[in-house]
Nanobody, 119 residues
Framework: QVQVVESGGGLVQPGGSLKLSCAVS????????MYWFHQAPGHERELAAR???????????SVKGRFTISRDNTRDNTKRMLYLQMSSLKPEDSGVYYC?????????WGQGIQVTVRT
C-alpha cells in the first residue's frame, strides 16, 4: 500500500514563496501520475499541478507561471519525492494542499497541509 505525506506548509506573506514536499512510499508502479491539489476554504478541491512518470506536466490555470511541480529522479519504486515550488503567492492561494499518487492499482491522497498567505 502506498503512503503519501506532505510537508512544508506554513504562513507566508503575499508575493512570497514556499516549497511543499511530498514523500511517497510503498510499492509503486513505473507508470504513475502524481498531483498537487488545492482546496481553498469554502471551495472544492482543484488541480494545482500534475506530473506523469514520463515527465509530462500540467498546471491548473490559477497557478500557471507561478508554481512549479517537480520530482526527484530516483528509479526506486518504493520511495519518491514530489515538490511544489510556489512563488508570487496570493491570499487566494491559501488553503489546504494535497498530494496524490495514482497508478493502475492505487489512488492515494495525503492528509493535506495548510498554506496561509497573508500579511
Amino acid at each position: 500500500q502506498v503512503q503519501v505525506v506532505e510537508s512544508g506548509g506554513g504562513l507566508v506573506q503575499p508575493g512570497g514563496s514556499l516549497k511543499l514536499s511530498c514523500a511517497v512510499s510503498g510499492s509503486m508502479l513505473s507508470f504513475h501520475h502524481m498531483y498537487w491539489f488545492h482546496q481553498a476554504p469554502g471551495h472544492e478541491r482543484e488541480l494545482a499541478a500534475r506530473i506523469r512518470n514520463d515527465g509530462d506536466i500540467l498546471y491548473g490555470n490559477s497557478v500557471k507561471g507561478r508554481f512549479t511541480i517537480s520530482r526527484d529522479n530516483t528509479r526506486d519504486n518504493t520511495k519518491r519525492m514530489l515538490y511544489l515550488q510556489m512563488s508570487s503567492l496570493k491570499p487566494e492561494d491559501s488553503g489546504v494542499y494535497y498530494c496524490r499518487y495514482v497508478d493502475t492499482g492505487e489512488d492515494r491522497w495525503g492528509q493535506g497541509i495548510q498554506v496561509t498567505v497573508r500579511t
